[in-house]
């Protein structure tokens, strides 16, 4: 019986990393797959969150077919645009790594606290990741978007019919998601790459 995570184009789990560098191409792949979530939340309101997503795994995309030799790896392509006035695809990873932070914190709460209906784990995760990058006017669209999550019991159904297979997958993205963002924005700290975007 196939699941959510049997139909993704493609994995975090898949997604190539050498020593700490990540591999661009593959990486794009994954967020893309990892948009389509947000179908499963049933709500327009999530709207919002993959239209922001796409746009800047667009940003990045762009980049990539720019200057391939530059942007082989995540890391590369925001040194290629350091001195650069213009930062578009590093801004544009910036913003998709705080999307997929929220998603994996959102995912992580949902996993570890199972008496928890989502709208709960994931304003809690909003709480604790988007909302100091927001301003006072997007706060209250996100917001809405957390009241407006589906029943646990519905979103979970809807990943799959093998719930313990579900389980094992979600476990097993949701690790290797956690790692590519920590090292992603670990990077960005060190070098200060992400300041004034």
């Not at 082989?72 to 925001?78: A, Y």
């Not at 669209?141 to 957390?146: D, G, P, Q, Y």
């Not at 992603?184 to 300041?195: C, L, P, Q, T, V």
């Amino acid at each position: 019986m196939s699941t959510f995570f049997d139909e993704m184009n493609r994995s975090f789990v898949d997604v190539p990393v050498a020593g700490d560098k990540i591999a661009t191409s593959e990486f794009l792949e994954a967020a893309e797959s990892l948009v389509k979530l947000f179908d499963l939340l049933g709500s327009s309101a999530f709207a919002v969150v993959q239209s922001d997503m796409t746009g800047n795994i667009n940003k990045v995309r762009a980049k990539l077919l720019a200057a391939p030799d530059k942007a082989g790896t995540l890391q590369d392509l925001i040194l290629s645009e350091a001195n650069d006035k213009k930062k578009t695809a590093t801004q544009g990873l910036l913003w998709l790594c705080r999307g997929l932070q929220f998603t994996a914190v959102a995912m992580r709460e949902t996993v570890s606290r199972p008496n928890d209906e989502l709208s709960k784990t994931f304003t809690d995760a909003y709480a604790k990741t988007l909302t100091k990058y927001h301003t006072v006017l997007i706060r209250p669209v996100f917001k809405l978007a957390m009241k407006a999550c589906p029943y646990r019991a519905d979103f979970f159904a809807k990943l799959g019919a093998d719930q313990a297979k579900v389980a094992q997958q979600l476990e097993e993205w949701l690790v290797a998601l956690e790692y590519i963002v920590k090292l992603i924005m670990d990077f960005f700290e060190k070098g200060n790459y992400g300041k004034g975007l």
